[in-house]
């Protein structure tokens, strides 16, 4: 509970300094975003009223105060190309990345966790080396390369499956999975292949504790023994590295949406960045860290919850 | 206290260096030979990689173009080559800045423990929230696109990697017993840094090295394939991916060559990461 | 028994009768370990035993049979304790749970108890193997248990079922002598209330004779010796057991130098204490403290040599750490005739310490050159090379050691190095913390007489911290006793030992198992 306390006061001081990092690093360095909207020739009065009109003529703490405030109330401002509300804007876009970045991690867990098991448990036999040899290629796959390869296989050769573009799940569910089964796999495999070295060198770990030892001294025959007491302990650091690579996860969808023209956040954020549209990308951006710090939090809870040793300090 | 554990297993002896190290060959060859690419094409390209030639495209693999040329007739054996270069000087910038960043860090709050320790800890599990991609992306919002920004962003984003590495590895050389033994030789803290914990730490910042040059590889492809990288015309990876993509129902073996040497390089470097892992496991030392 | 085609263990041929206890001695790599495994077939991958080994009640060959036929034999005909009881049990699991594992799963389904009633009783068998409130121990995480009372799980474990075998691999090796006896007394108290037998592994003579009725005696993977213990240890007839046998006494004191006239003092200890903060409980919860010394006194003169004595706990290594200079009191001085502790920077204190790992207190990545002349004010002139030469030829290493690296280097070499180098800057005081805990038998002695020599050669004060306290009465002349940072008791060795004042000091030796 102490714990659970501690955390989530670090994670509220966390997003309070990254909104600031965020905002500073956008506002503070060259770029007026009215000289972007008016282009580099126009007048100084015209300007000067474009910059009181979207506040920017304040001075910058008190514009930091001013959004981080909007923040608060899911408040984003108003961009200043397109003059719609950010929020909304964001809002829309962050389910889809969800969609993706969820589907992903199913993908990679459903992978990696027999793979990254057998793997242990046969490393002194060839599919053990096989099963290694695939994972260390996997691994040396851009998540788009993955993308690329699966369209050229399941869209253009075998034409099974749509090469791009994305249908709310409201609208038809079946057309939507269609649209997110090869972006999911291209995020999940890579990943997979990642999480499956960590599993196996955790199952790898737990397999030379003594404590598996004592338990086939007791009565208990080689794979029961694994999963009734190496597992749970292999679970420990594995849950770790599964949290970190949701976030790679996330912050991966920005370049699978990209491949698939997915209309997600990294979609959002690419465009702005190309517009040149700042109040967007330090929405989309804020939104992708919280997130990700969010994640690391919920994953350190996690820990202790399946750690007695570090429950009981 | 004298212990009965199993013994360990005899080092498999004899065979060759291959036969004994096959991740650390593998990777040594892959890596080499980007390098050799990479190193080549400062001296010598089959074509200009940057030259367009309407006439010329879409050429099929043989003939003038060992691997054809590309939409706008480029040769792309020539572009692949300097791709390696693009790909090796955003590595090595960036993981170098990272080293001599996170390092220094790493170790000092290593040695003196404590407040400053755990600081560290703090500024690098927040610095992990920013990931490369997103780094590069504020980075090109701002200063728009060049390969300056892009290896600032994978440099600073590896940085925390090295100073928890390198913070670990110093806790662990500052809890053995030698240390107290130099203190007691009167050594300075200076010199137990330089004597006795780089040396020490030497090992697992190497392996790093390698991991965090492998994932720079991956930032950069991926940067350079959403456009903010490395900007055209300057070959890499990354945008060769992006230019062929267009072309999958046509001439699919365009996105094939780029995709391998991407693939092919950062497998090298991940097997280079665990060969030398292996080969520094303190636990194998002695048994040879 | 082979690994990858090379032997390890050659021509193993016992027999261990209905409530009989038989020992396996040996040192490190003589091949005891893996015997007892291979019995159970636990053997690591990569590890092949061939012969026969059969159990009463097993009907099949224990050394052909598969994990299926042998997982039946495993915790019900035969049980097996491990050495390291910190890391024998599952943390993540509780310690009742883990011993009623072993009630749940063997005999037919049907009879198979049911989750409660096999806590309960791996409650009970807790509680006859005396741990202390055994329901909250049956709750406990193991990492929330000491180490004694760990092994004590382990063993419930092991004899849930009543086997008629219990395999014991160094299962107290880990442990404090005083928990060692009640954990020794327990097994055999079991072995002869209810017959099992026992086959007992360790390095340690003494022991094994105080607890078994008939002993193994292997080296190299062959068995050298067997016979009644009585037998073995009076008549020993190969060469290697007679040379364990008397590298194992330590019962007739190391040469002692003549006492110096007129000793002076070298180092004085006033009113040592240590506390440690413990983490805060709450942000204004009052700041706990631990204390690891209190208020201890300590003199040491030239020519004296003094051994500490105490169980893990004790604040022994506190307090070399503290007379090093290693670490400040929070109270108390330290006097250093010879000047003080190692400011950072500052030349050789006079003082210096040979630590008890001599694989951590040598830097893998430095020659032994440079190790022995680190404490050397001109480490790399050719005077320095000299004195090394001479500190090794001192130590009884010869002169190539010193272009070699600690790795290739046995542990009593290493040890050696250790000592070489503690000696360089001619210190007039030397501190060992347990300098022979983590040697075999064998070169113990050895160690011990280098230490003892140049101490005597050179008129220094030596100054032992141990848990052993036959390095004491071998090398010491006086000797302090420790508990939780206290001093029980102190005195000569010879009158502490004839005549024990403190009841710790009695409890401590009753512990410790005499050869006879």
């Known amino acids: 509970m102490r714990v659970f306390l501690r955390r989530t006061a670090a994670l509220l001081v966390s997003a309070v300094i990254a909104s600031f990092v965020v905002f500073a690093f956008l506002s503070v360095l060259p770029g007026d975003p009215a000289e972007v909207v008016l282009g580099t020739n126009a007048g100084t009065q015209e300007l000067a009223a474009l910059r009181h009109s979207f506040g920017t003529d304040r001075p910058l703490v008190v514009q930091y105060a001013d959004w981080a405030q909007g923040l608060l109330h899911g408040d984003f401002g108003v961009s200043y190309i397109s003059h719609d509300a950010i929020g909304p804007r964001i809002g829309d876009r962050l389910g889809v990345t969800c969609w993706l970045a969820l589907g992903g991690m199913a993908v990679a867990v459903l992978f990696a966790l027999p793979a990254g098991v057998l793997a242990a448990a046969w490393h002194r036999r060839p599919a053990g080396a096989v099963l290694s040899a695939v994972s260390q290629a996997g691994i040396a796959v851009p998540a788009f390369l993955a993308g690329i390869l699966l369209v050229y296989v399941f869209a253009v050769r075998a034409g099974a499956l749509p090469a791009g573009g994305y249908t709310p799940l409201a609208e038809d569910p079946a057309a939507w999975a269609r649209h997110l089964v090869l972006p999911c796999l291209s995020l999940g495999l890579v990943q997979g292949a990642v999480l ?45 590295v599964l949290g970190l690579q949701l976030s790679t996860v996330l912050v991966g969808a920005v370049v699978v949406e990209r491949v698939f023209v997915i209309p997600g956040l990294g979609d959002l954020l690419l465009q702005s960045v190309a517009d040149r549209d700042l109040l967007v990308v330090q929405g989309v951006v804020i939104v992708l860290v919280v997130a990700v710090l969010v994640v690391n939090v919920v994953t350190d809870l996690l820990y202790h919850l399946l750690d007695p040793r570090l429950r009981s300090r | 206290m004298p212990s009965s554990r199993t013994s360990p297993l005899p080092g498999r002896r004899g065979g060759t260096f291959i036969a004994r190290r096959p991740a650390l060959t593998a990777g040594g060859i892959l890596v080499t030979l980007v390098l050799a690419l990479a190193l080549l094409s400062l001296l010598w ?88 991609l997103l780094l590069a992306i504020m980075l090109a919002a701002v200063y728009g696109t060049s390969t300056l920004t892009a290896m600032v962003a994978i440099g600073v984003a590896s940085a925390p990697g090295f100073a928890r590495v390198a913070r670990a590895a110093t806790l662990r050389v500052m809890a053995a017993e030698y240390v107290d033994a130099a203190r007691l030789a009167g050594r ?44 055209p015309p300057t070959p890499s990876w990354g945008r060769m991916l992006l230019d062929s993509q267009e072309l999958l129902f046509s001439r699919p073996e365009l996105c094939l060559w780029p995709g391998l040497a991407v693939a092919a390089a950062v497998l090298g470097l991940n097997l280079l990461g665990d060969g030398l892992r292996d080969r520094f496991d303190p636990t194998l030392e002695g048994v040879r | 028994m082979e ?47 061939g012969g026969s080994a059969r159990l009463a009640g097993a009907p099949f060959d224990l050394l052909g049979a598969g994990d299926r036929e042998l997982s039946t034999v495993r915790g019900r005909l035969a049980g097996m304790v491990f050495q390291e009881p910190m890391t024998a049990l599952n943390p993540v699991m509780r310690t009742g749970a883990q011993v009623a594992e072993a009630l749940r799963l063997h005999g037919p389904r049907s009879e198979r108890p049911g989750r409660d009633a096999a806590r309960a009783t791996a409650v ?22 000491s180490g004694g009372q760990r092994q004590r799980a382990v063993l419930a474990g092991a004899l849930a079922n009543d086997p008629a075998l219990l395999i014991c691999d160094e299962p107290t090796t880990a442990l404090d002598v005083t928990v060692q006896k009640e954990i020794v007394d327990l097994i055999t108290g079991v072995s002869d209330e209810r017959g099992t037998a026992v086959l007992y592994i360790s390095h340690d003579l003494a022991l094994v004779a105080s607890v078994c009725h008939r002993v193994l005696v292997m080296h190299d993977g062959r068995i050298v010796e067997s016979g009644p213990v009585e037998q073995v240890l009076r008549q020993p007839e190969h060469p290697y057991t007679q040379a364990l046998l008397s590298a194992s006494d330590l019962s007739v004191p190391a040469p002692r130098p003549p006492a110096p006239a007129e000793p002076r003092t070298l180092l004085r200890a006033r009113g040592l204490t240590r506390r440690y903060a413990r983490p805060r409980r709450g942000l204004l919860g009052p700041r706990a403290h631990f204390t690891a010394l209190e208020d201890l006194d300590l003199e040491l003169r030239a020519g004296a040599r003094v051994g500490v004595v105490g169980e893990s706990g004790s604040g022994k290594t506190t307090l070399l750490r503290l007379l090093s200079g290693l670490d400040r009191p929070t109270s108390g001085t330290v006097e250093n005739a010879a000047g003080d502790g190692p400011r950072d920077g500052a030349p050789g204190s006079g003082l210096q310490v040979v630590f008890q790992d001599p694989m951590g207190s040598l830097d893998p990545r430095m020659r032994v050159r440079d190790i022995v002349a680190e404490p050397l004010p001109d480490r790399r002139s050719p005077a320095a090379a000299d004195r090394v030469a001479e500190l090794l030829a001192d130590v009884g290493l010869p002169a190539e050691a010193a272009g070699r ?112």
């Open chain 2, 188 to 231: 300075t803290r200076t010199a137990i840094a330089l004597r006795h914990v780089l040396p020490n730490i030497r090992d697992v910042v190497i392996v790093q090295a390698s991991v965090a040059f492998a994932t720079a590889v991956l930032a950069e492809a991926a940067l350079s394939y959403l456009g903010l990288g490395t900007p």
């Open chain 3, 124 to 145: 009970e068998l807790l509680g006859r193997l005396r741990l202390p409130d055994p329901a909250r121990a049956a709750r406990a995480y193991p990492h929330q248990l």
């Open chain 3, 3 to 49: 690994a990858g085609g090379t032997p390890l263990v050659r021509g193993v041929g016992f027999t261990v009768g209905r409530g009989e206890r038989v020992g396996i001695i040996g040192e490190s790599g003589s091949g005891k370990t893996l015997t007892a495994l291979a019995l159970l077939g636990l053997l690591g991958e990569g590890l092949r035993a």
């Open chain 2, 45 to 132: 390209t089959p074509y200009d990689p940057t030259h367009v030639d309407a006439a010329q495209r879409l050429l099929p693999p043989g003939g003038g173009h060992v691997l054809g040329t590309d939409q706008f007739g480029r040769d792309v054996a020539s572009r692949l080559m300097t791709g390696a270069r693009t790909t090796v000087f955003v590595g090595v910038v960036a993981v170098g800045f990272a080293v001599v960043i996170g390092v220094p860090m790493g170790l000092a709050a290593g040695m003196s423990g404590g407040p400053l320790s755990a600081l560290l800890m703090r500024v690098s599990d927040f610095l992990l929230a920013f990931p490369a």
């Open chain 1, 196 to 240: 499956t070295r960590y599993v196996r060198s955790a199952v790898l770990t737990v397999l030379h504790q003594d404590f598996l030892r004592t338990a086939r001294a007791r009565g208990r025959r080689q794979w029961p023994a694994l999963w009734r007491h190496g597992l749970p302990n292999a679970a420990v650091p594995v849950l770790t």
């Open chain 3, 405 to 516: 690296y600690p790795h290739q280097f046995s542990g009593g070499q290493r040890q050696r190095i250790a000592i070489a180098r503690a000696l360089a800057p001619r210190p007039s005081v030397l501190l060992a913390d347990e300098p022979v805990s983590a040697l075999d038998v064998s070169v113990r002695a050895q160690v011990l007489d280098v230490l003892s020599r140049v101490t005597a050669e050179r008129d220094m004060a030596l100054c032992i911290v141990t848990h052993d306290l036959g390095v004491v009465r071998y090398l010491c002349d006086e000797v302090v006793v420790m508990r939780e940072g206290r001093v029980v008791e102190r005195g000569p060795v010879e009158r502490v030992w004839e005549a024990p004042g403190h009841p710790y000091t009695r409890q401590l030796l009753d512990a410790v198992p005499v050869l006879r």
